[in-house]
Structure formats: C-alpha cells, structure tokens
C-alpha cells in the first residue's frame, strides 16, 4: 500500500501562492492516477486537480482553473500543487489521493489518501 504525506500549507494573504508537496512512500506511485482534495469547514470534500500516470493528462476543478497547476516528478515518488492568486475561498484542508485505472474527480473512487495539510487565505 501507498502511504501519502502532503506538506506545504500555511498560512498567505489573498493574491499570494503557496506550493503543496505529497510524498508517497511504501511503493512506487508511477502506476496510479493521483489528485488533488481540499474539505472547508462545514463542507464536503471536493475535488480540485488530478493528473495521470504519466503526468500527460491533468484536470482542474473550474474554481481553480488557471490559477493552480498539478503536477508530478514520478522518479521522486511526489506530486505537487502549485497555487497561485489565492482566495480565502481557497481556504480548506487539502488532500492528496490515489487511485489506479484512471483519473476521477469523485473522491470515493480513490483507495490511498494523505492525512491533508492547511491552506488559509486571509483578506
């Protein structure tokens, strides 16, 4: 099984950047789909990106589009998110997760998850 450690949240102000990191470990994650979850207070879970195997194929929430990128280095067994232009609607718990056959946005459909780390975005 895949253990996933996500880094990276803190706190910014609105227009700022941050770039969350998540480290897998126990095996290679070059197989599987990955993406990116974030959970706000009182809300449900979302998706926010995901990208494929290869890092070939990636797909964003239309909240975030064009403002955060996915990406990943499969030879360092980590994936990234880089934000940019934050606002404090961004701010939530973000989850970094995996799944194998392909990639998905409903989080149910993900095996392996990451304990998160926080993003606030203050106005």
């Known amino acids: 099984q895949v253990q996933l450690v996500e880094s990276g949240g803190g706190l910014v102000q609105a227009g700022g950047s941050l770039r969350l990191s998540c480290a897998a470990s126990?095996?290679?994650?070059?197989?599987?789909?990955m993406a990116w979850f974030r959970q706000a207070p009182g809300k449900e879970r979302e998706f926010v990106a995901a990208?494929?195997?290869?890092?070939?194929?990636?797909k964003y929430a239309d909240s975030v589009k064009g403002r955060f990128t996915i990406s990943r280095d499969n030879a360092k067994n980590t994936m990234y998110l880089q934000m940019d232009s934050l606002k404090p609607e961004d701010t939530a718990i973000y989850y970094c997760?995996?799944?194998?056959?392909?990639?998905?946005?409903?989080?149910?459909?993900?095996?392996?998850w990451g304990q998160g780390t926080q993003v606030t975005v203050s106005s």
């Open positions: 997760a995996g799944r194998g056959p392909s990639m998905a946005v409903l989080p149910t459909l993900y095996v392996y």
């Open positions: 126990g095996r290679s994650f070059r197989n599987d789909n």
């Open positions: 990208i494929s195997w290869s890092g070939d194929s990636t």
